[in-house]
């Protein structure tokens, strides 16, 4: 077993982000390849035993980790966003959350076999869903807007609700059986809770108000915001245990409404710690189990208890809160299957262990095993259907990758609309219904606004896209469009058009470390392209076979044609740029844009000669 703590946060980072980079890779949940990997490293293979080595600085460690991971989860909970959605996702987080305690403590009792304290305190700890296993999923799953939103909502809030109802039953326990607590504690503990939401309010306004008036530097924005919420996490959780949740919750919730750009702006930095906050917790807790604890979740009444609580508790809980809303029933069906456990449930689930135990419980040894079981299989169920069943139920956007185009002209139109021949998703987005005329009066799906503004993301959908092209006749707005969606889309998959001859214009510095990949060859810019469609140009496919091969392809075609992208049979997209060294396959479409045939030229000609002729009177 490795002692040196130092080498064991190295091999933790290592498998967690490794971890990522498989799933990732090979298209799989990454919580269900972390879980893996934290069990070989611990129990399996026995290299660390975080727990044990860590010794007082686990939990702590785990708690400040599990308070940043649900701060950025809720900065992403914007009012506007749950436009239409406001009473299920209510319904869910209030009643929802009511009916799966009451109905899992139940089940806890007469399945699992454990005591009423003990399953009411499991109960309300297993409400619980939690931004660090729905948010992974949602972007694995693609799913459309509403019910990824609905998702996101629910798993943010009630990660705090969850852990507070634990805590709320386990002191009502304690004051029925008549031990220590007296109602005093009861009216204590529901103050600390209000206090834990006013202070996370009062410290999102205080740094909202700091950043709006330009009392924080630019370069401490980041430092300052993680320094109140460990603050606020701490001071909250100081006052009453599992407080703390609450209060990063409501801060985050409070910063997310106040639409200020500069928290959009790190919003994306404190993404990239949140995915390895994650990645490194989930392998710690997995790997601090030990073999008795897996021995005991092969239990027959452990594994009803989970059984029991995949198809009967959560469909029943959101079928019945959800009753008389505007969700569809295939919504329904989603929503009720999907309710991923994650780090929020093994870390709680550790602490009420051990106070349960001190406090006479033993039926409470058994904690651990249990959670960890419903946590392992909801994310192995969940991860590996999720993406099946939103197909199945029409609530799924996958397909194959589309484009998004920004930008409308003559050549964007036309490059859009051999992509919507091709059967791949594309939309064409301006703010100028003039320059979007074309595509609309071809068809091609298009949007009016700027792509920049904030409020795009709320009416404008970009799941189903994986590939963004700036095409507008200005450079630097190309740039900037690029720059701005990196996040998104990543570096790879981000292309603007070569920089044009226009004078004034020298950005050929500037387009090496900023912007997307410059598309098709060298000195094929907005003017060049433009002149080509309008010049007859056309956009010609073609199949690469065994007898037509890449190189014959190369030979034969026009020196004037530009090459533009390339068609895989499995529907991915790879776009010609400078550079980028492409090759055809067998069963590839090349698609280019070609001049026109010398018939058509000839057609041309004579019209020309037609309109400069003097009319006849």
């Not at 006052?239 to 919750?249: I, K, M, N, P, Q």
């Not at 093994?346 to 033993?362: D, M, N, Q």
């Not at 040894?365 to 197909?391: E, R």
């Not at 499995?570 to 070609?594: P, Q």
């Amino acid at each position: 077993m490795i002692h040196s703590l130092l080498l064991q946060f190295m091999l933790i980072g290592i498998l967690g982000v490794g971890s990522q980079w498989v799933a990732w890779r090979f298209r799989l949940p990454a919580i269900v390849v972390m879980s893996i990997v934290g069990l070989l490293a611990g129990p399996v293979l026995g290299i660390m035993n975080p727990e044990e080595d860590f010794g007082d600085l686990y939990k702590p460690i785990i708690s400040l980790a599990v308070a940043v991971i649900l701060f950025e989860g809720s900065l992403n909970l914007d009012f506007k966003e749950v436009r239409g959605l406001g009473r299920p996702v209510f319904r869910i987080v209030t009643f929802g959350a009511f009916l799966s305690w009451i109905l899992g403590s139940l089940a806890a009792h007469y399945v699992a076999g454990l005591s009423w304290a003990v399953a009411f305190v499991i109960g309300g700890l297993f409400i619980v869903t939690g931004p660090t296993v729905i948010l992974p999923l949602l972007r694995q799953a693609k799913l459309k807007p509403r019910p990824a939103k609905i998702l996101k909502w629910e798993g943010i809030i009630v990660d705090p609700i969850g852990a507070l109802l634990a805590v709320f039953a386990f002191e009502i326990i304690q004051f029925i059986q008549g031990t220590d607590v007296n109602p005093s504690e009861l009216f204590a503990f529901l103050l600390a809770s209000i206090f834990a939401v006013l202070l996370g309010l009062a410290c999102g306004k205080g740094v909202g108000w700091m950043f709006e008036t330009g009392y924080v530097p630019e370069f401490l924005k980041s430092p300052v915001v993680f320094t109140v919420v460990i603050a606020c996490f701490t001071i909250a959780d100081e006052v009453t245990h599992e407080t703390g949740l609450l209060s990063v919750t409501a801060m985050g919730m409070t910063l997310a409404n106040m639409h200020i750009s500069s928290i959009a702006d790190m919003r994306h930095f404190k993404e990239n710690i949140s995915l390895l906050l994650i990645s490194t917790i989930f392998v710690m807790l997995t790997a601090s189990l030990t073999q008795e604890t897996l021995v005991e979740i092969f239990n027959i009444q452990t594994i009803g208890f989970v059984l029991l609580m995949l198809f009967i508790v959560r469909p029943l809980s959101i079928f019945l809160s959800t009753w008389g809303t505007d969700l569809s029933k295939s919504e329904k069906l989603l929503v009720g299957w999907i309710a991923p456990r994650g780090i929020v449930a093994l870390t709680v689930a550790s602490y009420f262990s051990s106070i349960l135990l001190e406090s006479g419980f033993e039926d409470a040894s058994i904690l651990i095993s249990i959670t960890f079981a419903l946590v392992f299989t909801t994310v192995v169920a969940h991860g590996f259907s999720i993406g099946w069943l939103s197909k199945k139920l029409g609530l799924s956007t996958e397909g194959p990758p589309g484009v998004l185009i920004s930008g409308g002209s003559p050549f964007s139109t036309g490059l859009a609309k051999v992509l919507e021949d091709l059967k791949v998703p594309v939309l064409i987005a301006d703010s100028s219904w003039e320059r979007l005329s074309k595509a609309r009066s071809t068809g091609i799906k298009s949007y009016h606004g700027e792509i920049l503004s904030e409020q795009t993301e709320y009416y404008l959908d970009m799941t189903p896209y994986e590939y963004l092209i700036a095409a507008t006749e200005l450079d630097s707005y190309n740039a900037l469009v690029c720059t701005t969606f990196v996040p998104e889309f990543g570096r790879n998959n981000l292309f603007q058009l070569s920089l044009s001859n226009r004078e004034g214009d020298n950005l050929e510095g500037l387009v090496h470390t900023i912007g997307g990949r410059v598309l098709f060859k060298e000195g094929a810019a907005w003017e060049d392209l433009n002149e080509m469609v309008e010049n007859g140009y056309v956009y010609r496919k073609t199949n690469i076979t065994e007898k037509y091969t890449y190189e014959k392809y190369l030979d034969n075609i026009d020196d004037q044609a530009l090459l533009l992208f390339i068609k895989k049979p499995t529907g991915k997209i790879e776009f010609y740029s400078s550079e980028i060294d492409l090759r055809a396959e067998n069963g590839d479409v090349i698609v280019s844009l070609t001049p026109p045939s010398k018939e058509f030229e000839r057609i041309q000609e004579k019209l020309e000669e037609q309109r400069k002729e003097p009319k006849k009177k």
